[in-house]
């Protein structure tokens, strides 16, 4: 079976500093993947998506970066964080339009 | 365009009484809908999907949504409410046309011993 492995659960970094987000699924093959974030009390809003290696579709503009170096590993990174990147962020992934979404256990990031 | 509205941002059950959290779309295509529960602190878990097959959906944990063309309707119901289904709902909307999901902003379910 399908799995996703999200990490890590919680984070707390300073202002200015670098992030590195980690989402692996295993059991599939050439799965979409997304990044989500999802802010307090509000829906989930979608910041990349990737259809393969190295394809990289950005929705929102900001300061946050996606890559896709393996068919199954997708990683989120912020060469300087901002107050306003603090969130819980969501890996997901799926097979092609139209199959549900599947979510990892997101990463609650705290920027002090 | 897509979207999705559910239409109460609470809503409040004792326990063993039915459940009923609304949802409405907008969709320009033929579209698939899913359910999604999320406990505190926890990824999203799929409840159900409908993707053009039969308009009643069975998912899990007693949980059914009836889709309605004629009202846009796709309304989550539950016939018992139990303690652990207090959580956050979620209703998606999905074209099928890419990978565009639409998410409803959630209903939030008490459930009250």
């Known amino acids: 079976s399908q799995t996703i492995h999200q990490w890590p659960a919680t984070l707390v970094q300073p202002v200015g500093s670098p992030l590195s987000l980690e989402c692996t699924v295993e059991?599939?093959?050439?799965?979409?993947l997304y990044w989500y974030r999802q802010a307090a009390g509000r829906g989930l809003q979608l910041l990349f998506y990737?259809?393969?290696?190295?394809?990289i579709s950005s929705e929102v503009p900001q300061n946050l970066s996606a890559s896709r170096p393996q068919d199954r590993q997708f990683i989120l990174s912020s060469k300087k964080l901002l107050l306003s990147d603090s969130g819980f962020y969501l890996c997901?992934?799926?097979?092609?339009?139209?199959?549900?979404?599947?979510f990892g256990n997101g990463t609650r990031l705290t920027v002090t | 365009a897509q979207s999705v509205t559910q239409l109460d941002s609470h809503v409040s059950v004792s326990e063993g009484t039915p459940v009923l959290l609304r949802c409405n779309y907008s969709?320009?295509?033929?579209?698939?809908l899913f359910w999604y529960v999320q406990h505190p602190n926890k990824g999203l878990q799929l409840l159900l999907k409908?993707?053009?097959?039969?308009?009643l959906v069975k998912g899990i944990n007693g949980f059914e949504a009836e889709f309605k063309k004629s009202e846009t309707s796709f309304h989550l119901t539950k016939p018992s409410a139990h303690m652990s289904d207090a959580a956050e709902y979620f209703c998606?909307?999905?074209?099928?046309?890419?990978?565009?999901?639409?998410f409803g902003t959630g209903t939030s379910l008490t459930v009250i011993p």
């Open positions: 969709s320009s295509y033929s579209p698939s």
């Open positions: 998606v909307v999905t074209a099928n046309t890419g990978n565009q999901f639409y």
């Open positions: 059991g599939t093959s050439n799965p979409n």
């Open positions: 997901a992934w799926n097979l092609g339009v139209d199959s549900p979404l599947h």
């Open positions: 990737s259809v393969g290696i190295g394809q």
């Open positions: 409908y993707t053009s097959a039969a308009t």
